[in-house]
């Protein structure tokens, strides 16, 4: 999915959920739920990208689920975290008076097409999964009228 045009400025408080698409990246994304159809809407790509899931098209309990496993909460980037300082042992730098951490982390690739792979990344590159106990309401609400 390439965007298309930014069709705003919004922030995480508007899309604040990420939505796992059919290349396997994930994308900010905010929800309306329209009757028995779930609307997916992107961060930054046009009405063209928006995603449509109708109740009807799921034909078990474990679609339903399976799809539920697809949204999450909006990851945070770890540099905007007091969490990355603990790393931060000697490979700082003063850039224009504010702190830069030097530091390259090993990432040890669990999903996605990296999986299996050793990869590095600087820590203005790495985000946190933000672990939720619930579920967004509005995917919740469509799952119970997947299974009628």
Known sequence: MAPRKSTSTLSSQQFPLEFQADDDAWYAIRLLLHGKTLIIKYERF??????????????????????????????????TTPLWKRYNIKSTNF??????????????????????????????????????TGIDPKVASFQIKGQN
């Open 46 to 79: 046009s009405a063209d990208y928006d995603d449509f899931f109708k109740a009807a098209e799921f034909m078990n309990l474990d679609d339903v689920e399976s799809f539920g496993w697809r949204f999450r909460k909006r990851m945070i980037f770890a540099s």
């Open 95 to 132: 850039e224009s008076g504010e702190e830069k951490c030097l530091c390259n982390f090993i990432l040890n690739w669990q999903h996605g097409p990296n999986v299996g792979n050793l990869t590095s990344a600087t820590v203005g590159h790495i985000c946190l999964i933000q672990h939720s």
